[in-house]
């Protein structure tokens, strides 16, 4: 189940990111700064809702069963894209791993991207290495289109030198699957 973030979930992502499996990928491991979600990144979710009509944006997604937070998922539009390419992204605990959870609710985003919200293409990018999420991409039809620099900001993680990736899939194809 997906949900907005309200200002009352910022421990949730702080707990979320201060797993260092989770950040493996994306800060080496460190932790994100409590003071950084609370004043940085929980209100740009939230404006998110507004900015793009509150159909696009990043989610909150809890387990359906246990009604347990299990991570986010996002749609939404680049920092300064259109607002018909969208990118997708997730990231989920690490005891959700496995699951299936990233294929199911990226299908989902994808099928209602394409079908309700007017998305024409989306866009998923992760670094080179990181085979889980190359692999749920995969699943999900998206295709390789480019490989991309490493960040200056991430030349230190594991794997770096081998630098990121871009999957893209349209709307035509994926009406195809």
């Not at 992204?89 to 079908?115: C, D, I, M, P």
């Amino acid at each position: 189940m997906l949900r907005r973030f309200t200002a009352d979930d910022a421990e949730l992502l702080i707990e979320l990111d201060s797993d260092p499996a989770v950040m493996r990928y994306l800060t080496g491991g460190e932790a994100t700064a409590p003071e950084t979600v609370r004043e940085r990144h929980l209100p740009f979710i939230i404006a998110g809702y507004e900015r793009w009509g509150g159909d696009l944006g990043l989610f909150a997604a809890h387990e359906r069963d246990s009604g347990g937070f299990i991570g986010w998922f996002c749609l939404r539009p680049g920092p300064d894209g259109p607002r018909d390419e969208a990118e997708l992204g997730y990231r989920l605990r690490r005891a959700a791993w496995g699951n299936g959870y990233a294929t199911e609710v990226s299908q989902a985003l994808l099928h209602k991207g394409f079908t309700a919200l007017g998305v024409r293409m989306v866009w998923a990018e992760t670094m080179a290495v990181n085979r889980g999420s190359r692999k749920v991409v995969e699943k999900l039809g998206m295709r390789l289109v480019e490989t991309l620099p490493t960040p200056p900001d991430m030349e230190r993680l594991e794997g770096a030198e081998h630098g990121g990736v871009r999957y893209e899939i349209t709307m035509e194809q994926g009406e195809q699957r």
